[in-house]
């Protein structure tokens, strides 16, 4: 998921589509827009389907307006379908607001239940109803206030920007888990999920949004607010590793550079006796360069990957996860046969990936391949958004290495330590590794 907000610009809704095309490899299911029109009316268009797709519909770019949002939608069967699918757009006497966010808080039920007793009623399944909610619920304090209130009650990983006639207010979760960044374009401001939408429109990144940050944006310029004392740092590691795209930077710290780093350690970490060094295009490639340049092994394309293919792991069910791997990758058979392969991928989730990989570059004639993952072993959910699914459905969750290398029928199997990826930061970050090593940020209501 995504979120993006621009104020101050003109024909704000034709910048949030490029900032959202920029932003879509964190989510295909849906995307949205809302824009304030000059008249101070909240205009709002959902769809399902790539930002291309949704926003070539109702004619979106034409909607004028100098400030607004959108959002990119991931698919997962709990949260899915048009209904879910962000900004949503709330009418009130106060005036409207329209709110778009990314992860997921642990407290959900309990606000729901605590909403619903009040006299809420609930649309959707998504944050931001609950965000909307809590902030309308009572009071007359200034709005700042009251999404200060709000924000103190819910728990977990997040970002939102929130949307008002005149304002726009950008939110990163206490425990900085979630990326947010701030971007100035002319004399006005862009929030992104990621940098690497701020290079695509050519705004200039100013910083990241802070753990606990509120940060409003209005004809004043910037301010910040902090809706908690309580802070950590600790951004999630699968967005270094899996999620974010290579040319953006996360507080401070470059995805490419920190996965090449991870792929240099590994070689110290994991090294093996091997011809050629594969990365798995596209997450796996930064790795293996730096698998490769630390080993003085050669790096080769030995796979190659359809670009017209979604990623696979976004597809809503096993069946279709299965068939989209074979669509997705072939092996480079001249590159490949008779040779030892180290083959680099980012991460392994349920394994899938992994075994259909290793099949296809024996199947066209690698002698051995041994497999390292640059990251560590997955062994627990995440409960903040990131869809790594049940505990049940992770390859290590009980498995030891022998174990997995087994399943995923390898010659030998070598993860990165959590150490290597705390140190691979450079110490821009202090890192999440719950998924990995079970410490998770926050308290875990009945999750746990
Ligand atoms: P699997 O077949 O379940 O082991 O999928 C592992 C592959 O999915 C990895 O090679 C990653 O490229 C990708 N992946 C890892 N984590 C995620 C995630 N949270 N969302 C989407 N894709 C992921
Ligand atoms: Fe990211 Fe894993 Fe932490 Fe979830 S548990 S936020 S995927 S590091």
Redesign the pocket.
């Known amino acids: 998921m995504s979120v993006f907000g621009a104020y101050g610009i003109e024909n704000a809704a034709q910048m949030i589509y490029l900032g959202l095309h920029a932003l879509q490899h964190r989510g295909q299911e849906g995307a949205g827009v809302a824009v304030f029109d000059d008249n101070g009316r909240c205009r709002n268009h959902r769809g399902l389907g790539l930002a291309g797709e949704v926003f070539a519909q109702g004619k979106v770019l034409d909607i004028p307006g100098r400030i607004g949002i959108g959002s990119t939608q991931y698919a997962n069967i709990a949260k899915g379908g048009l209904d879910n699918v962000q900004p949503l757009c709330f009418h009130h006497k106060t005036g409207d607001i329209a709110i778009a966010g990314e992860g997921n808080l642990i407290n959900a039920e309990q606000l729901t239940e605590f909403l619903e007793d009040k006299g809420c009623f609930f649309h959707t399944s998504t944050d931001s109803e609950i965000l909307a909610n809590l902030i309308k619920k009572e009071g007359v304090e200034e709005r700042i206030f009251r999404i200060k209130n709000a924000l103190n009650m819910m728990d977990g ?1 997040f970002s939102f920007v929130i949307l008002t006639r005149n304002r726009i207010y950008a939110i990163r979760d206490k425990y900085g ?1 979630k990326p947010l960044a701030l971007g100035k374009l002319g004399d006005g401001w862009v929030v992104s999920s990621e940098t690497c939408a701020f290079q695509l429109l050519g705004a200039e990144f100013i910083r990241d949004v802070e753990p606990g940050e509120i940060v409003t944006i209005d004809d004043h310029g910037i301010r910040s607010n902090h809706y908690s004392d309580f802070k950590k740092h ?1 951004v ?4 270094y590793i899996y999620i974010a795209r290579p040319d953006s930077d996360i507080d401070g710290c470059n995805v490419h550079n920190f996965r090449k780093e991870v792929g240099r350690r590994l070689a110290d970490e994991c090294p093996a006796d091997a011809d050629i060094v594969v990365g798995v295009p596209d997450s796996g490639l930064s790795a293996a360069m730096g698998y490769a340049e630390r080993s003085g092994i050669p790096f080769e394309t030995g796979l190659i990957k359809n670009r017209y293919i979604a990623r696979t792991f976004i597809q809503p069910s096993q069946t279709m996860r299965e068939k989209s791997v074979q669509m997705k990758l072939s092996a480079v058979q001249s590159v490949v046969a008779g040779k030892r392969l180290v083959l680099v991928d980012d991460s392994i989730v349920r394994g899938t990936t992994c075994l259909k990989i290793v099949k296809l570059l024996r199947a066209a004639g690698a002698s051995e391949v041994h497999v390292r993952i640059a990251s560590p072993m ?1 062994k ?7 869809d ?1 699914s049940t505990k049940e459905e992770l390859l290590c969750s009980d498995r030891n290495l022998e174990e997995a290398c087994r399943m995923i029928e390898a010659d030998s199997l070598g993860y990165a330590s959590c150490a290597n990826c705390v140190a691979s930061t450079g110490g821009c970050s202090e ?6 090593n079970g410490e ?2 926050t308290s875990l209501y009945e999750n746990e």
Do not use: D, N, R
């Open positions: 990983g888990i600790k999630c590691s699968m967005e997955m627990h959910p995440c409960f903040y958004g990131v790594t890192l999440c590794l719950a998924c990995f998770y940020p």
